[in-house]
């Protein structure tokens, strides 16, 4: 067992889940709010274009990311404001959102194609990086990556322990009772879509001035649709995400170290592999959810209902589903 | 007379806004605005060639806006078309490599066809099942199996049917010569697919407009609870139209199959589909307008392949626009109050 | 806390729910607030919430003038209601549930509230148990207690003992009891005068949207509450008739129980004979539309069998058109039209070479339904498309379930419709049918099911009713010597 190739793999899937674990991250807040946002793979090219563009032109990386945080947040408050005020499909907006940023960052794009701009710095933080093994891991990457490790400890500890995050998570299972409450749903779901928007954002700018350097057509092209899986694979817990974004990644170097097939395992079928795993997470998900199984797991042993429940924790009940202001 | 002008007045005012949109983008980049739209709506007229491309690209694109108008009439978000084209293309291919040198062309392309409806309506229906009984988000599962169909290809196309030596992403083993679709001459048009094309929109305009089932189908899709207390099989008709559709998708990836890339490629779909999604979104089940629709987009996205070369400037203007437009139409469906969840 | 209103008026397009509403409330007491189906009392309850604007009038909170009007400004001010099916979020536990939205910011101290106001109301409530694992009574308690903390002076419980057992109401009242010595005020909706008797200091009756009876100090008789609730009783002579048929019944249920989201209806035995009008007596919300939806074949019910013709129903059969009361959404397709309808019908509704525009031309006629066979049914008046889903029927129905028949029409097209009923009856037919008006219910029905407290009640011939009495087994008056 080779242990430096080891340790090397396991710090560069680390480093290259980051914008995927900003990415899902966004999804997250929005969606645990009640609003879905499918624009996400637009949003991540465009943004990611915009903030290559501005850091590319004046030469800052952090005017890039304030961009790219700017075009996640807009498109966000479009949804917002479209999804939620309106009540307009939030599938048909954000799937037309979807193309529409994908196109858009095709053509303003163009003419930073295959340009070389600024990229995040690498920053190796002194005395923890020279930590044997954990050091490798986790102190020398940039603060891209550094983010991406302290947003899940943060968001999980914001949803689960305060009181903001519960009401967010009220608002996204029954969002009548919290009306009746006094809480203002509309605002809040704004305030929500977009924070996640702003950190899909981050997370497009995260490949192009960072982990996938540069601008080309199409960059990071089904990222996007890549998070929303992940997402609902790790059924809206953060760390479940948080492990679904690693093993995308794991999955993804085994895949292109398998070239030579040594395993016979083709490694499409590797890459697929996460979406026919979420498909079936949903499927068992939603028929154990499903009214008529209910009654016959409530007569289950306690700690084997609580198994269930654990596993099979389902959708926000309001997801995705207009609030109407008496 | 008054209510019809009423009635188009919103929609104009859309396609204003987007077009003034697209044309604000247009002179970010730099370019001439009226040149551009120009080149986008008679960039595909100029020569037989470029009408031919466009048309190769009309008449999948045209299957696809059928098909999904069915599942759209049902009430359903079918995001999985790309998938169902993709596998069409591969059940094609499947049966095509059995093509012995001699045998009759014909039945062989038949029976690719023919493949390709059968495995692309499988592909819908498993998405449909699993949203009927298992409650699955049909965007997810769809996407998913999208997802999957594409690895599918990858599969194919890298392993077992790789060009003799090196396998690479232009596709599998080509197709016999034989096999290849005849074309006009001097073109790369081949009539047979156009002409399926109209024939499949010939047979849905009857089905959803002129048949029992088809206004069965569009009580499903307004009401599910008033159609099945008025004795609707509501179960089966959704169903039923989205096979439908997705033996439409199949039948288009087939036709990619045999008559545009005379091999399976992996982008078998090519965003045709999702154009697709964008056509039955702006028509919504209409099937009336969705012939002129998909032409407009065929023309435009055609014509932007020489944007480029003549004005330099990126081809996707044609889906920004496009986009532009379904998204303009749509807000402006919502606050006439039309536009449901 | 004191509340007052003055003059108070809420109109929902053209039907007035309340009018000139002048009470008071004073504090430090249990106020009963009665009134049949449509009386007003939940538009009132809702203003007071904050659930919805008044279109003109006053309220006044300790002598101030408020502008209730959304739920924030009636949480600020201090009045929670709790409703049937209370509005809490099934995933969170007792104390999340709570804590959502509370401004106390330690949760040790909510915690420790929730235990306090347990103890001194007697409800067994435990801060980590899920809201989804309560049942519909203790998640009733867990919202009360959440108003308490909440420091709610005015607590509205819109009839809150359906879905609850006799141990809970028992609880419930003595906690009320306690509540009210705080110097809290308590508005209690019912309909159950029973309840009223045992629980309230005050009475306040309700009838077409305005107070008939202010504020009547307990003891009250039961008549005076009825008549207040009703007015004058109707004398309905007797139809000369139909006593109650033995033989193969229309529909049967042994040993039935149905439930719906908040509360569980039986067990019970019925048998509904064929060729009869059958009115379905009880306050909005008793079971009536869950009993109907399962006579249509749309649920299947927890215990027992529903026998359709003989046949047990499994699911929804041709012969039987339920009618709900929500035509939009629910009953007929908006965007399509009679002619569409109609076809959509065909194998109930046209002969062999029948076209299907001119039967809808001659529904239309028949039924004097304003509208074109093209025209979509959502451009009709309600009372139009009432018509039209009634004319919809197809004449080989054997069962009628009807919501609200003749909801929005005018009296005589009223009539007309009933005519019609009565024809498919005495083809043989089975009609149910769900009415707030107690003078339909009594002047259409053969026989009367009255649904009280979760129960329904046998078979009652109509001929053995009168108006008073009626209204007395809806009140529970007698309800248990009746039931099934």
Known sequence: MNWTQLLTDIAAIIAVSAPLIIATMGIYLSERAGVINLSVDGSMLLAGMTGFAVAYTTNSVVLGFVAAALVGGLIAALIAYLGVSLRISQTAIGFVLALLCTDLSSFLGNPYVQQTGPAVPAWSIPGLATIPVLGQLLFRHDAVIYLSLVLVPLIAWWMMRTRAGLIVRGLGERPDALFARGIDVIRWRYVMVIIGGVLIGLAGVAYTLDLKQGWTYRHIAGTGWIALAIVIFGAWRPWRILLGCYFFAALQTMASRLQDNTWQIPTQVLQVAPFVVMILVLAVVNSLGAPELQRWINRLPLPVRRMIRFLASPAPAALGQPFIQQ | ?341 | MHVSIQQLNKSFGPVSANQNITIAFAAGQIHGILGENGAGKSTLMKLLSGVYKPDSGQIFINGNAVTLGTPRLAVQIGIGMVGQDPLDVPVFSVLENIACGMQMPNDADIRQQIIHWSTTLGFPLSPDQRMRDLTVGQRQQVEIVRLLIAGSHVLILDEPTTGITAAQVEALFTALKTIVTTGKTVLFVTHKLDEIAVLCDTVTVLRAGQIVGTQMAMPISKETMLTAMFGEFLNHPNAGAKSIPTDAPRWQLKDTMLHDATFVLGPFNLSLPKGMIIGLAGLEGSGQRIFMQHLAGTFYPDRGQVHFNGQPLTRANPLVAWLPADRLHEGIIGAMSLSEHVLLMRDSLLAANQNATEKAAQLIADYAIKATPDMPLQQLSGGNQQRAMLALIPESAQGILLEHPTRGLDTVSAMAIWQRLQVRRDNGATVLFFSADLSEVMQYSDAVLVFFGGQVSRLLARDTLSEEVLAALIGGVGFAEVSA
């Open chain 2, 1 to 341: 007379m008054k209510t019809q002008f009423v009635a188009l007045r919103t929609p104009i005012i859309a396609m204003v806004v987007a077009l003034t949109i697209t044309a604000v983008l247009l002179l970010l980049a730099g370019a001439d605005v009226f040149a551009a739209f120009g080149v986008l709506l008679t960039g595909a007229l100029t020569t037989p060639s470029r009408i031919a491309d466009m048309l190769m690209l009309l008449a999948p694109l045209l299957l696809c806006a059928v098909g999904l108008t069915m599942s759209f009439a049902a009430g359903q978000y079918n995001l999985g078309i790309e998938g169902q084209i993709t596998v069409g293309g591969v059940a094609a291919m499947w049966f095509l490599r059995g093509y012995q040198d001699g045998a009759p062309v014909i039945l062989y392309w038949i029976g690719a066809v023919l493949c390709g409806m059968l495995m692309g309506a499988l592909w819908a229906l498993l998405v449909a099942l699993l949203k009927r009984y298992m409650r699955v988000s049909e965007i997810f599962a769809g996407l998913g199996f999208n997802f999957v169909a594409l690895g599918l290809a990858l599969y194919l196309v890298f392993g077992p049917w790789k060009r003799p030596g090196v396998a690479s992403m232009s596709g599998t083993e080509p197709l016999a010569d034989a096999l290849w679709l005849p074309t006009v001459t001097g073109t790369r048009l081949t009539l047979v697919t156009p002409i399926l094309a109209i024939m499949m929109l010939a047979i849905v305009w009857r089905l959803i407009r002129h048949t029992h089932w088809g206004l069965q189908v569009r009580a499903c899709g307004l009401s599910a609870l008033a159609s099945v207390r008025m004795g609707v099989p509501a179960t089966r008709r959704t169903l039923e139209a989205m096979a439908l559709c997705g033996a439409c998708a199949g039948m288009a990836g087939a036709l990619q199959v045999i008559g545009v890339y005379h091999a399976l490629v992996p982008n078998v779909a090519s965003g045709i589909g999702l154009m697709g999604l964008l056509v039955a979104l702006l028509v919504r089940a209409d099937i009336r307008w969705v012939a002129a629709v998909a032409l407009f987009f065929a023309v435009i996205t055609s014509g932007s392949i020489q944007l480029p070369l003549t004005l330099s400037i990126d081809s996707s203007i044609s889906g920004v626009l496009q986009g532009l437009i379904v998204l303009a139409i749509i807000v402006a469906r919502a606050r006439r109050g039309e536009e449901a969840a």
